[in-house]
């Protein structure tokens, strides 16, 4: 803490901004030294735009540069009233007199006074922009490949619908033939046969499981492939074979003669027609050629002009494509990216502040009660007339109330109800006439009441109850009364007897009439009933809720607290002891309608809407709420009402009356104690009289001495309240006797004055409202006022004389409900002493000061209730202070205290309404005072220096947003009224304004970059309200000046900043650049140079140089940090991320800026983003794209497609491994972590940490940051894409040309990116990936919860929204539900939308890129590192699987790139050709129609531009490249010789024959040739599909593939490279090095050949004796397009290199080294053969650590042989040694092939034979599969194991294996020593391990037999040599050591070493073996001996001392067992 003591300290010296500044940096620095990013100063903005006024208004973009004229502007909102008049009575203001009364009625009065911001929509977060279009109406729908249903069927009646359709069907036998397998028997498998003709006249016949041929075809034959068919009788009956051109043959068998002859008949016309028919066009094609002279052979002509020639439609179409067109055809119907953004789909408005409405009268819960009807049992025709029916029999008064009784009190105030019918009604009028005016009939000068006659309401029956907290426990009350007659119980009693009803009704109506003529006045208690409102807290009404039975008042239960014990009562279920009078009480409640008319408030002012016709009005019953905060609101209208409740006199104990039992309370309202004063006539009357009358009435009990009341009285006070305003209360005693005799003069004396009470209603000038105890008097002197303190009483000549000794008889509770009067004494006294100063008092110093530390104690619903009033009293005091600062700061704090309380209660709305709609700067009325934003920032300055209050100090912070927006509303009206707004913005605020706010900045920051931590909320808040406040000032004031402002605020913050000032600092940037011009802040235009450079340079401002940031500052600022946190931690790079993102988004939808134009101009504020991604393309790109810049610049650049995206099958073999990315050259790179972070650390403990050794040295120039991830970089690239899409293409040309050729490849790899991650995954995955999103991300929004507290509407909405970005995903979904299948769909379709704009964004890009670097691509014949990339994004596009919409886009742009640089393709090496091929063909099979005839289309337009660039003469290179990519696709399992190929195959066929040009030449005869062959390919490797689960069996077929090309190289090449990829994916690394090695030896064979290399395939015969078979090549047509040279040798070398040291052989590395360092020595790589070396240095090193460790193993061999005719067909009783990796046991290998057989022959069928003896077939069951698998191990002779000294060298090129049976001559599998013989059985393989394959087939079998005496020495060897390997280990392994020990020393007697020497040694035994046997066994017991000694010697030395004992034990044993044995062969040993 005292550090920042200290440094507010060094703050607090007020002065210059300079010295401050000074200070601030001083204080700073000492506190922190830390380096800080390079501080740009901004340029003097105002300055600079009047120096260059003429470049900018002559710019055609110029409101780019300019801010608009009136952009703000100042207007008065008239008040919204919700009365159709004002609630203020006129004259109010005239007749009030205190201020706080007065500033009351001018708030109620006045109107809203709003700052209007004319841009102000376009000042938030993108989401504000009054755009309405952020996404699509509708979003188009994208066809891609992947979601293409994998289950549907090929439809295969394409193929039969065709040309001739099907000719013949029927089933057949099929024998399983391939020419490559040679079979011994021939299989047959019954099959259903279609022979049809396919379009291009060729025939095809395919066959099926069974008839139905929805199916895939299970195999077809071409017979355009066949030249003959013979019948073959000896194979089988009604066999026939059907011969091909490649020599082999298929065979087929009928089921009876006739169906043989029909298909022989058939098949022969057929072969026949096509042999004709081929001959036929030969001879065309010569005739054409002499015809056609133009196009003799060996001329070509342009490829465009000869397709426009040609008379295919499709083909005139491509034709006349050109760049332009393309570009144009792209253009159509393209989408904003952006409108995909998940954030924008989600446009999600949950953080965002609701805009700030203007106070209005609190609304609660409202609902009408209309009363209709209330009748009693007794009822009787009262009128003479008939037409009303029979009514209650005497008038009957309703009053209704709410009583809430979970918190125990009464809610509103009384609804009086009058529902006696006229004839009722007329009773009481005598009585009544006296008192109240005629009401009979509307008289025609009637009064009106708010402008409604008062006869309107006289007889209310609607009542509108509104209920702020709604709950179950609330009741409406209905209290009856009826006119007094006696006690209630008699009154009640005819109404619950059940005598006679008709006498009954008549005798009470008769009574009833003479009391009402007499009691009229009066009232009696006399039932009540209740029912429930609500159904439940949510406010539902209770609409089948019925009021209970009447009940009897019981007179001793009369107040509200017993009513509401009778309530508690009357809800329990238990029935209650009320009594109940008969009644029907008819009441509704309903919710107030939408057209509810005719309403007036309580005050009766009438609401909108309101009819003339006055009819049937309701009115509002004022509610009661609790005092509590937060239900309170500020008041919006005037009210002015007292409500009196006398509770309780308690009489009986006066002395003073004789009578005083029926008392009757009369209640008035005087305003003098004079003689003669007439009570005010303002109490509310009931239904019926006035509406204001002059007393009121309460009922009154019978015979009662101390009644108890529950009337309540309301009153309309005055407006003025002074000391002599008071209650006065008069009781009387009521005569109940009605004696109809008497005279009449008797019958006056009603009423007997009993007694009088008063109350004033002012104390010390304020209402009280406390319960009060009065003393009753009985006589009422004049003056009577003075008598009511203790003191006067004593003194004061006016005498009273009081009741029962002046004690407090009397209880009454008084309740003030008004909006002009304060019950507070502190608010009081502070306006009172203001109202003072006004008047001109001389003020007293402190004396303010003293009030308004007071206010602090206000309390706090009364703040909030007269929240306008205070504030804007406060704000006055505060700019008219003319001396003591001491008063400005103390206003502020009391300021401070009321917002802070509003906030506590969550009413901070109601300040934000305040600041908008009430606050007024008001002009100081003192002239020298200063304007309120000068003082309070000078206020607020002084706070916050303040070291000593921190309470205050965080306050201040944590709402500092109040005092800002404060401040803000106070400029703008300073400058619109004194109109200092048209002044230039430099003199619009006084210089000490300026100061002032700088200071005010300074003190701010260290609180935010210092107590962050301790004070995290408050730091916030006020980092984002400055924010806020500084981008009002840029509209406001200096721009420049505003600009240091920012600058000096972000330079408090430093690099090495925690997470959560980083996140401040993003905050409040994000906050500043989302200023409604914030273009024209960054004056996007060129800020031009001398005009030396040449006029081409345009200017660019393209990287973040210290002239770009103080040109373009905000955005150079948002780059700067952007760049600096892109090197910082995930959260943070997100953030920073987000922040960038969101204002591209808002430059794109804001409406304002849509020309191209802007747009252009707009995003070349950001091309330096474009510069920050190309630093950290490492990143982005990720080890799948990543060439490092070794590889690009060296002329070797790497052929493979480093990028290939897709799956890892197709990935080439440098990438297979899972964890290093190889990078051309051979180095990797390591993946560290999860996100494949590139670090420098080594990654010890990581499975190969052999890896680090020889590829530490790439690491040094990698990024030390991590990998950015997924959501990271798919933000980064669609800003990219934005900008590139957007900027223009001279731009864009300008900024290419600056780079480098190496950048330029990075520009390109950038786009590349764009592709991959942007790429459609399908409908499958995305479900996936978003399930899993998730489970891993519970809570949805991590951050919001942490936001600031403070929302301005101005823009502060986009403070909860900043951190939605952080959602890690691109999912748009809503994530706390479960996935729906519409998410999902629709999510889906987001994504679709997104791969299809980006891939077109690119194809832009790219198109335009090669049409700009057209020479550089071109040079070298295409063959250059640039071209490379260009062609790789352009396969990219296919590989990344797009659009059917984009691919057409895709093929356009294909075919332009063909015919512009044919020479890539068809000149020099073949990759490219090779990939293209490749590529399309994977199309040619694609589920969509479009994209397979659009692929089919390319590739033939490939074959006819080959065919042009040879001149005419062939398409040699494209025909055989696309044989080698079929077979890879065969390969890769990835094509089938389905329907949908086929079509592609006729469709390119169709395309020759009518391609007329072409029609003269060899073309469509070659392209028929190509189809032949592809279908012949097809046919050969139809096996593949079924091998799919069985690797070995795949690599066999794929190997006699491959050896079926011994004269085509590159196809071979092709076959065991596809061997290499399934090796790898099965983790058989030593198999795959062996392809490579391989590989590499066929392409030095063929240099070798070609005097091109110094050694064939020789040089590798000492990594594997198999390599011969390399030298098999024969050289025909096939070599004729090879381009192999050094370059691409030493390519596969490497990749030899890479194989041997992934498959653990690093012994063999050398010798691949010693065939490429003599290359690179002629080459002078320095570079590669130091890296080459340090591999060497790593290999060795490696060697020497596995036989230290012993760790490596190279693998377990087992003897696998398969039984089965029926299974295995042609595999039948073979035997093959398989290799396993590592050490897989017995039962691993066992259990895989059960498994593998059993998936196909039915795990039933399958079964294992376990021992290793020969197997009989005959035994077998040939139901079954059997396969026999055993353990092998290498056998070596004794020679042999001298020579192969390691063990390395006893597990490579191994050939011979050995396995041991044991027998016994008796048929017994073990016997005794003496019998027990072995058998040894020597497999020999084919090859030697490791090959190309993993299993070898056996070719030699050699058996053993040992006798056993040569069993004996076998075991007694074995042990030898176990124990001396032991000891002879580097560190001896001690626990094996002894366990061997134990075996052989201390055994038993009869078995171990000794059985053996007792058997055959001793001297019985000896004679019967042959001598020669004998001594051998003798020689090794010697060595044994020996090996044992040494191996004890050795224990002894290792035992630590608790093991002597053991030791001990065995060196005994061992001496026995020596002895024995000496004794046996009687020697000493």
Not at 143 to 172: P, R, T
Not at 1911 to 1923: G, Q, R, S
Request: proline content about 4%.
């Amino acid at each position: 803490m005292s550090e920042v003591r200290k440094f507010t300290k060094r703050l607090s010296k007020p002065g210059t901004a300079a010295e401050l500044r000074q200070s601030v940096s001083e204080a700073v620095r000492s506190s922190f030294a830390l380096e800080k990013t390079k501080v740009v100063e901004p340029l003097d903005y105002e300055n600079v735009i009047l120096q260059r006024k003429v470049q900018i208004y002559s710019d055609p973009l110029r409101d780019l540069l300019i801010f608009p004229i009136e952009d703000v502007s100042l207007s008065v909102i008239s008040r919204q009233r919700r009365t159709v008049q004002s609630t203020v009575p006129e004259d109010a203001l005239k007749k009030a007199q205190s201020l706080f009364v007065k500033e009351c009625i001018k708030t109620y009065s006045s109107d809203w006074h709003v700052v209007n911001y004319k841009y102000e929509e376009y000042s938030g977060d993108f989401r504000m922009l009054p755009c309405k279009s952020f996404r699509p109406d509708k979003i188009p729908s994208h066809v891609f490949e992947i979601d293409e249903d994998f289950e549907k069927d090929e439809d295969s009646s394409s193929l039969c619908s065709q040309k001739g359709g099907v000719i013949k069907q029927g089933w057949l036998h099929k024998a399983n033939v391939n020419s490559t397998i040679t079979v011994t028997m021939r299989v047959f498998k019954r099959r259903y046969f279609y022979l049809s003709q396919l379009t291009d006249g060729s025939y095809i016949l395919n066959s099926y499981k069974d008839e139905k041929i929805s199916k895939e075809s299970k195999g077809c034959i071409f017979l355009d492939a066949c030249n003959d068919v013979v019948q073959c009788p000896k194979m089988r009956r009604y066999a026939f074979e059907l011969k091909t051109i490649d020599k082999y043959s298929h065979y087929l068998a009928a089921e009876s003669e006739q169906e043989m002859e029909e298909w022989l008949v058939t098949l022969r016309k057929i072969i026949q027609s096509n042999t004709e028919s081929s001959v036929q066009e030969k001879k065309d094609t010569v005739e054409a050629a002499q015809d056609d002279e133009s196009s003799t052979q060996g001329k070509s002509e342009n490829i465009l002009e000869s397709l426009e020639r040609s008379m295919h439609p499709e083909l005139m179409k491509y034709g006349r494509e050109t760049d332009q067109l393309n570009k144009l055809s792209r253009n159509d119907g393209r989408q904003n990216l952006f409108s995909f953004d998940p954030e924008v789909q989600r446009l999600d408005f949950s953080g965002m502040e609701p805009d700030v409405k203007p106070f209005e009268e609190k609304s609660s819960r409202r609902f009408v009660v209309c009363c209709q009807d209330l009748s009693l049992n007794l009822l009787a025709q009262l009128s003479d007339q008939s037409e009303g029916g029979p009514t209650n029999v005497e008038p009957f008064f309703l009053s209704l109330a709410l009583f809430d009784l979970k918190n125990n009190c009464k809610i509103s105030a009384d609804f009086h109800v009058d529902l006696n019918p006229p004839p009722v009604r007329d009773m009481l009028l005598d009585t009544s006439a006296s008192k109240v005016e005629d009401v009979k009939g509307r008289s025609p000068g009637e009064s009106l009441v708010h402008g409604i006659p008062e006869s309107c309401l006289r007889y209310i029956k609607r009542g509108v109850f509104s209920v702020t907290d709604p709950h179950a426990e609330i009741f409406l009350v209905a209290r009856v009364e009826k006119v007094l007659q006696g006690s209630i119980t008699h009154c009640a009693e005819p109404y619950m007897k059940n005598s006679d009803p008709g006498k009954t009704a008549q005798k009470v109506h008769k009574v009833a009439k003479q009391v009402c003529s007499r009691l009229g006045l009066y009232r009696m208690p006399f039932g009540w009933a209740a029912r429930p409102v609500f159904k439940d807290s949510q406010g539902t009404l209770d609409a089948e809720g019925k009021f209970s039975p009447l009940y009897k008042q019981d007179s001793g239960k009369l107040s509200n607290e017993d009513m509401l014990k009778l309530l508690a009562e009357y809800k329990k279920p238990e029935k209650t002891k009320l009594q109940i009078i008969p009644a029907q009480l008819n009441i509704v409640i309903k919710d107030i309608p939408l057209d509810f008319t005719n309403c007036v408030t309580a005050s009766y002012i009438p609401i909108k809407p309101f009819e003339k016709s006055c009819e049937n009005i309701a009115v509002e019953v004022e509610e009661l709420v609790p005092e509590v905060a937060k239900y309170c609101y500020p008041f919006t209208v005037y009210k002015n009402h007292l409500y009196v409740y006398p509770l309780h006199l308690k009489y009986e104990n006066q002395k003073v009356f004789a009578k005083a039992r029926n008392i009757a309370v009369c209640i008035e309202f005087r305003d003098s104690d004079e003689a003669d004063a007439r009570p005010l006539k303002c109490i509310y009357g009931k239904p019926g009289g006035q509406l204001l009358t002059s007393n009121a009435y309460a009922a009154v009990l019978h015979h009662n001495q101390s009644p108890e009341f529950y009337d309540e009285i309301k009153i309309e006070l005055p407006i003025h309240l002074h000391q002599k305003h008071h209650l006065l209360f008069t009781f009387y005693h009521v005569s109940c006797e009605i004696n109809t005799k008497a005279t009449s003069k008797k019958q006056d004396t009603v009423e007997t004055q009993v007694g009088y009470a008063w109350v004033p209603l002012l104390k010390d000038g304020r209402i009280v409202t406390l319960e009060r105890h009065l003393p009753v008097s009985s006589n009422l002197p004049p003056g009577y006022l003075g008598l009511g303190d203790t003191e006067s009483r004593r003194q004061s000549s006016v005498d009273a004389k009081w009741v029962d000794g002046a004690k407090p008889l009397f209880k009454i509770r008084i309740h003030l409900d008004s909006t002009i009067y304060t019950q507070d004494m502190h608010l009081h006294k502070f306006f009172q002493y203001c109202q003072l100063v006004q008047a001109g008092v001389k003020e007293v110093p402190g004396e303010l000061v003293k009030y308004l530390k007071c206010l602090h104690a206000m309390e706090t619903q009364v703040m909030i209730q007269f929240l306008p009033v205070i504030l804007m009293q406060l704000f006055r005091v505060l700019t008219n202070v003319t001396q003591e600062d001491e008063v400005a700061v103390n206003c502020t704090m009391v300021l401070l205290h009321i917002v802070s309380k509003c906030h506590e209660e969550g009413l901070d709305h109601y300040l934000r309404s305040f600041i908008k709609y009430v606050f007024r700067a008001e002009k100081p009325s003192v002239t020298q005072a200063k304007m309120t934003h000068e003082i309070l920032v000078l206020s607020m300055a002084t706070i916050l220096k303040q070291s000593a209050d921190f309470l205050a100090i965080n306050k201040l912070l944590k709402y500092s947003w109040f005092f800002f927006e404060a401040l803000a509303k106070s400029m703008a009206i300073y400058l619109l009224e004194e109109n200092k707004i048209k002044l230039p913005r430099a003199q619009r605020f006084p210089d000490s304004y300026q100061h002032a706010l700088h200071s005010l900045l300074l003190a701010i920051i260290p609180h935010v970059t210092i107590r962050y931590n301790e004070i995290s909320e408050e730091s916030r808040n006020a980092n984002f309200s400055l924010a806020n406040f500084l981008k009002r000032c840029l509209t406001f004031m200096d721009r420049g000046f505003v600009f240091n402002l920012i600058n000096d605020y972000i330079s408090g913050f430093s690099p090495k900043d925690p997470k959560l000032l980083v996140e401040y600092k993003f905050e409040f940037l994000q906050t500043i650049c989302n200023h409604e011009h914030y273009i024209p802040l960054n004056l996007p235009m060129t800020f031009s140079k001398p005009k030396l450079q040449r006029a081409q340079d345009v200017n660019l401002e393209y990287s973040l140089t210290d002239e770009y940031c103080r040109h373009h500052f905000l955005v150079g600022m948002l780059l700067r940090e952007t760049s600096v946190a892109l090197q910082d931690n995930y959260d943070i790079r997100c953030t920073a991320i987000t922040v960038l993102k969101n204002l591209l988004i808002k430059h794109a939808f804001d409406n304002r800026y849509q020309h191209k134009n802007q747009q252009a101009k707009i995003v070349q504020l950001y091309l330096p983003l474009l510069g920050l991604l190309l630093e950290n393309i490492q990143r982005v790109a990720g080890r799948d794209v990543l060439i490092s810049c070794t590889a690009a610049s060296s002329p070797a650049s790497r052929d493979e497609f480093i990028c290939n995206f897709a799956s890892p099958s197709n990935r080439s073999s440098l990438i297979a491994d899972k964890d290093s990315a190889a990078l051309p050259n051979g180095h990797g790179m390591k993946r560290e972590d999860s996100k494949g972070s590139l670090n420098s650390e080594g990654a010890t403990g990581s499975p190969d940490q052999s890896e680090n050794i020889r590829r530490s040295s790439t690491r040094s120039s990698v990024s030390h940051c991590s990998r950015l991830d997924q959501f990271e970089i798919r933000t980064l690239l669609m800003c990219y894409l934005y900008i590139v899409k957007m900027i223009s293409e001279d731009t864009l040309l300008a900024y290419w040309n600056k780079f480098s050729p190496q950048e330029l490849i990075n520009v390109l790899v950038l786009l590349e990116v764009c592709l991959f991650h942007f790429r459609y995954v399908g409908k499958r995955n995305i479900a996936r990936v978003h399930d899993a999103w998730v489970s891993k991300h519970g809570a949805a929004d991590r951050k919001s919860q942490t936001m600031p507290a403070l929302r301005s509407r101005a823009g502060g909405m986009q403070a909860r929204l900043q951190h939605l970005g952080s959602l890690d995903t691109s999912f748009t979904l809503n994530h706390n539900a479960g996935t729906s299948e519409a998410d999902i769909v629709h999510q889906a379709l987001l994504e679709g939308n997104i791969a299809t704009e980006v891939c077109l964004t690119v194809l832009d890009t790219i198109s335009f890129f090669t049409q700009s670097f057209k020479t550089q691509l071109l040079s070298n014949d295409g063959h250059n590192p640039l071209m490379k990339k260009v062609f790789d994004i352009h396969l990219a596009f296919l590989k990344n699987g797009q659009s059917e919409a984009a691919l057409k886009h895709v093929f356009a742009s294909l075919r332009a790139f063909i015919s512009k640089f044919p020479s890539a393709f068809f000149k020099g090496r073949v990759n490219m050709c090779a990939a293209l091929c490749y590529e399309i063909l994977k199309c040619c099979t694609s589920k969509v129609t479009s994209t397979r005839n659009e692929a089919s289309a390319l590739l033939y337009l490939l074959m006819r531009n080959n065919f042009e660039f040879t001149k005419r003469r062939t398409f040699l290179r494209t025909h055989l490249q696309i044989i080698i990519a079929v077979s890879q696709l065969i390969a890769d399992v990835a094509l089938s010789g389905g329907t949908r190929f086929q079509d592609s195959l006729l469709i390119i066929n169709n395309f020759a024959n009518s391609d007329r040009p072409m029609k003269a030449t060899a073309f469509p005869s070659e392209v028929k040739d190509l189809t032949k062959r592809i279908r012949t390919v097809l046919m050969a490797t139809a096996q593949m599909k079924e091998h799919e689960k069985d690797p070995e069996m795949l690599i066999d077929l794929q190997y006699s593939l491959a050896k079926s090309y011994a004269s085509t190289p590159e196809l071979r090449k092709t076959w065991l490279d596809s061997m290499a990829k399934i090796h790898v994916k099965n983790g058989d690394f030593s198999e795959a090095a062996m392809c490579y090695v391989h590989v590499a030896a066929l392409v030095a064979e063929f240099l070798h050949r070609k005097k091109l290399f110094p050694s064939g395939c020789t040089a590798f015969r000492k990594i594997t004796p198999n390599i011969d078979e390399e030298g098999a090549m024969r050289e025909d047509g096939g070599m004729m397009d090879v381009h192999y040279s050094e370059e691409v040798l030493v390519e596969l070398l490497e990749q030899c290199v890479d194989g041997l040291w992934k498959a653990e052989r690093y012994e063999t590395i050398s010798e691949v080294s010693k065939l490429i360092i003599p290359i690179y020595e002629k080459r002078r790589e320095f570079e590669k053969l130091t890296q080459l070396y340090r591999t060497l240095h790593g290999a060795y090193a490696k060697i020497l650590e596995v036989m230290h460790t012993r760790k490596r193993l190279l693998g377990t061999f087992f003897r696998v042989a398969f039984y089965g005719q029926t299974f295995f067909e042609e595999e039948d009783g073979k035997e093959y040694i398989y290799k396993e990796p590592k050490l897989t046991g017995l039962s691993e290998i066992s259990f895989r092939l059960l498994k593998l057989y059993g998936e196909k022959f039915g795990s039933e069928t399958v079964k294992i034979i376990q021992d290793s003896n020969k197997v009989n077939i005959k035994d077998l069951d040939p139901r079954y599969a059997h396969i026999q698998v055993t353990y092998v191990k290498p056998y070596f002779e004794d020679k042999e194991i001298s020579e192969r000294k390691t063990e390395f060298e006893r597990n490579h090129n191994i050939n011979r294996f050995v396995f041991e049976t044991p027998y016994t001559l008796s048929g017994k599998k073990h016997g005794s020593v003496e019998e027990q013989c072995k058998k040894r059985t020597i497999l020999t393989t084919l090859n030697s391990f490791p090959y190309v394959k993993k299993r070898i087939p056996v070719n030699y079998e050699h058996q053993v037999n040992l006798k056993p005496i040569d069993v004996a020495t076998d075991e007694i060897k074995d042990k030898t040599a176990e124990l001396q390997k032991l000891c002879s280990a580097g560190d001896v392994d001690m626990i094996q050591l002894q366990l061997k020990l134990q075996g052989c020393v201390s055994v038993q007697v009869n078995a171990g070493p000794l059985a053996y020497a007792r058997a055959f040694l001793s001297d019985s035994q000896s004679s019967k073996y042959p001598a020669k046997k004998v001594n051998e066994l003798k020689e090794m017991f010697r060595k044994f001996i020996q090996a044992c000694g040494i191996a004890l010697e050795l224990n002894e030395r290792l035992i630590k001392e608790d093991q002597v004992e053991y030791h001990e034990g065995l060196k005994s044993n061992f001496r026995d067992m020596v002895k024995e044995l000496s004794d046996i062969i009687h020697e000493q040993l």
